[in-house]
């Protein structure tokens, strides 16, 4: 799960990690009592969860207050497009009011989950203010890395060479230390899977500040946080994604025209790959779990068609816990209730698969039966094609 900026912000406060003076707004005018009680010089920055946003005009920098209001109503509304958005771009709803302070450098500091180590990595670079991954591209040999383990922390002697290896000196190099130490506990106690400060910067007075955050967390450790858990905003999620969550279905939605639906992520994956070999483009992935009811089944296809987007539809199930009969009797009452008119390729295999199959086979819907994945995949492909 995603957060906003003010709101990874707020958390790493807790932890005493450094960061500006803010104000939260929704309103324009709102944005002349936050400019005068930071001091009047401040920063006005768009709040949504897509990186970017100075490029796109989503930050900018108010001398006084008047501008500051100026500033808030052009990006209150506006329809904010980055690399991360996408060509749809994002709705600014709000906006987060901040002290403009003296900056002396720009510098990267992240923490990642690094799966093949199997413990968190800080990753450190003096190039901060643009994207990691474009620093790794140019500059690789600027980038340092150090794995530590959650339950311990980062040692000392890992913030040390960190700190001057971004070239940090006297407060600043202090300050820095202490920093990382906040953010590697702030990491690992909220169970976050990435927790990104660009940039981290330092100031003319010695200071070391978190001027951007973003943070990510594990949704399957969100039961142990829920005031975390409390700050998600479905306002910057896919619709069709926040109605697959309410039946705790895994969708994710792509650019393609075939609706999978399948059970069990490995499935999943290998079936957009399989449809991809065929000539094909997936238009989303589904896993509707290994214990699927017939209603979450029904409101999967639902979701699936949902999609404008999608010209045609695969549904692959292996029954093991879930029962290919189940399964069958969920698709019929769907493509029923939605009087589907795509076309419809359905492999079963597994659980009274038989049993699915004569379902499927009497219901009187018009659909194609598949004979293993690759005769789905390619029936659908061609169905698609031929529609």
Known sequence: MKVHEYQAKEILARY???????????????????????GGRVVVKAQIHAGGRGKGGGVKLAADPDEAVKLADQILGMTLVTKQTGPEGRLVRRVLIEEALPIDRELY?????????????MMVSKFGGM????????????????????????????????AFGLGLEGD???????????LAKAYAETDASLAEINPLITTTDGRVIALDAKIG???????????????????????????????????????????????GAGLAMATMDIIKFYGGEPANFLDVGGGASE???????????SDENVKGVLINIFGGIVRCD???????????KTELKLPLVVRLEGTNVDEGKRLLNESGLNLIVGDGMADAAEKIVKAVAEN
Request: hydrophobic share 45%; with cysteine.
């Open 16 to 38: 005493d990690v450094p960061i500006p003076r803010g104000i939260l707004i929704t309103e324009a005018q709102e944005a002349r009592a936050a400019a005068e009680k930071l």
């Open 109 to 121: 500091l992240g923490v990642v989950l690094d799966r093949t180590e199997g413990f968190p990595c």
């Open 131 to 162: 994207e990691i991954e474009e620093v790794a591209a140019k500059n690789p040999e600027s980038i340092l890395k150090a794995w530590f383990d959650p339950d311990v922390g980062l040692h000392p002697y890992m913030a040390r060479r960190l």
């Open 172 to 182: 600043a190099f202090k300050a820095g230390i202490r920093f990382m130490n906040a």
């Open 217 to 263: 967390f594990d949704d399957n450790a969100l039961y142990r946080h829920k005031d975390i858990a409390a700050m998600r905003d479905v306002d910057e999620e896919d619709p069709l994604e926040v109605k697959a969550s309410e039946f705790d279905l895994n969708y994710i939605k792509l650019d393609g025209n075939i609706g999978c639906m399948v059970n």
């Open 295 to 305: 209603e979450r089944v029904t409101e999967a296809f639902k979701i699936l068609l």
């Open 326 to 336: 189940m399964i069958a009797r969920g698709v019929i009452a769907a493509a029923k």
